[in-house]
């Protein structure tokens, strides 16, 4: 089987945990897109992890995880999460895989990304990770792949600073690089999980533009991340918060406002710790935004829901959940694509029962509290999709499967 995970938020919701806990199950791990700008965290017997561009699976022993042909990367950032890995005593050598056709991040993009980003009349709030410009030069075709460093006209066509900033990489560059495509071939009777990073509302196409990352972040660009056709995609799992986060600029009708919810954006950011992994910048934070998600999962064929931070509302009486919008007072049918329409919605909020008992050590669907279950049961009614997986902790261990994301449909 082939199965993708996405994100079907605005990113951070929980991706790398479920990437971890399939891997266990598929033969290979293959990241589709995006770039250092992501950040991906999975927590091991107590034990923490950060990623950015390795993908989460490698933490299975005797897994094989490839940096797939939509991605641009960072070589700097890519060893100095092998070298990490290294230190913990995470074996990765022979299993690190990367395309020869991503592109490659040079450090004067990132001064390119943050200056262009400055000086736009509404910022976008980019990671500055030179992200966006190694796409648009990908665009412009005027980018360079992991391939094009050994290439002897390429390399004389750039910059002195460029090739004294890569040459230290290229042996160990040379030893990694795969023809991704053949690969996926090879093992196209095998359980391959592809990954995905940010999330479906920062989309190019798909999410809230201009307020997106630069890559192809839906489930379309598994196929040509793996270069493979998108009929081979067996299911696609959606990765949702129990609420709803945002980081960076951009339109986010249901979050907490002060007047309306009091401090409970500060509460569910501290419980969640919700802080962005690659930069560190607090999220904004809001009620479950259902009419985004039902978007998402209609417009990624999403067949199957994992349901992630359901222990941050532990103990909270009453939740509210966003059904729709207002703009300009008429209710809104669907998901605009409008930026500027969707940052004048007002949320119409729905209030359902919270939940007293934790439900941190269930590992059951029937041991979660009623309210809880009828929550999961809502958002399932709403969108149209079965929450297959719920996370109820951030460690491994913490998940409750419903359904297994590679039985065979």
């Given at each position: 089987m082939k199965v993708v995970v996405i994100g079907a938020q605005w990113g951070d919701e929980g991706k790398g945990k479920l990437v971890?806990?399939?891997?266990?199950?598929?033969?290979?791990?293959?990241?589709?897109?995006g770039g250092a700008n992501a950040g991906h965290t999975v927590v091991v017997e107590g034990r923490m992890y950060k990623f950015h561009l390795v993908p989460s699976g490698?933490?299975?022993?005797?897994?094989t995880v490839v940096l797939g042909i939509g991605m641009v990367v960072d070589l700097a950032t890519l060893f100095e999460e092998l070298a990490q890995l290294e230190q913990v005593?995470?074996?990765?050598?022979?299993?690190?895989?990367?395309?020869?056709?991503?592109?490659?991040?040079?450090?004067?993009?990132?001064?390119?990304?943050?200056?262009?980003?400055?000086?736009r009349a509404s910022p976008l709030g980019t990671t500055g990770r030179g992200i966006g410009i190694t796409y648009a030069l990908k665009a412009f075709r005027e980018g360079v792949r992991v391939v094009d460093l050994f290439d002897?006209?390429?390399w004389r066509s750039l910059e002195p600073e460029d090739r004294t900033y890569l040459e230290p990489y290229l042996e160990r560059v040379r030893s990694l690089m795969v023809d991704v495509s053949a690969l996926?071939?090879?093992?196209?009777?095998?359980?391959?999980?592809?990954?995905?990073?940010?999330?479906?509302?920062?989309?190019?196409?798909?999410?809230?533009?201009?307020?997106?990352?630069?890559?192809?972040?839906?489930?379309?660009?598994?196929?040509?991340?793996?270069?493979?056709?998108?009929?081979?995609?067996?299911?696609?799992?959606?990765?949702?918060?129990?609420?709803?986060?945002?980081?960076?600029?951009?339109?986010?009708?249901?979050?907490?406002?002060?007047?309306?919810?009091?401090?409970?954006?500060?509460?569910?950011?501290?419980?969640?710790?919700?802080?962005?992994?690659?930069?560190?910048?607090?999220?904004r934070c809001g009620y479950l935004d259902l009419p985004a998600l039902r978007y998402a999962c209609r417009s990624n064929g999403i067949g199957s829901l994992c349901l992630t931070k359901m222990d941050v509302y532990d103990g909270m009486p009453e939740l509210k959940v966003c059904t729709g919008y207002?703009?300009?007072?008429?209710?809104?049918?669907?998901?605009?694509?409008?930026?500027?329409?969707?940052?004048?919605?007002?949320?119409?909020?729905?209030?359902?029962?919270?939940?007293?008992?934790?439900v941190k050590g269930c590992r059951r669907f029937p041991d979660l509290p009623q309210e809880a279950r009828d929550y999961i049961r809502y958002i399932e009614e709403y969108s149209g999709v079965s929450v297959d997986v719920v996370s109820v902790g951030p460690n491994r261990s913490e998940t409750i499967v419903r359904r297994d994301p590679w039985t065979p449909s």
């Open positions: 971890d806990f399939l891997a266990e199950k598929a033969d290979l791990v293959l990241r589709y897109s490698v933490l299975n022993p005797g897994k005593g995470v074996s990765w050598q022979g299993r690190v895989l990367l395309s020869d056709r991503a592109h490659v991040v040079l450090p004067r993009y990132k001064q390119m990304d943050q200056a262009r980003d400055r000086a002897a006209g390429v996926v071939y090879e093992n196209r009777g095998r359980n391959i999980l592809l990954e995905g990073a940010q999330g479906t509302l920062l989309d190019l196409d798909l999410g809230t533009y201009p307020f997106v990352s630069s890559g192809t972040s839906c489930a379309a660009g598994a196929a040509i991340g793996a270069g493979m056709g998108p009929q081979e995609i067996d299911r696609v799992v959606g990765v949702c918060k129990a609420y709803s986060t945002r980081v960076g600029n951009g339109p986010f009708p249901s979050r907490f406002t002060a007047e309306r919810d009091g401090d409970l954006e500060e509460r569910i950011r501290e419980i969640g710790k919700e802080y962005g992994v690659t930069t560190g910048r607090p999220r207002r703009i300009d007072g008429r209710l809104a049918s669907g998901f605009p694509a409008s930026a500027e329409a969707l940052d004048r919605a007002e949320p119409v909020l729905e209030a359902v029962s919270g939940w007293s008992a934790p």
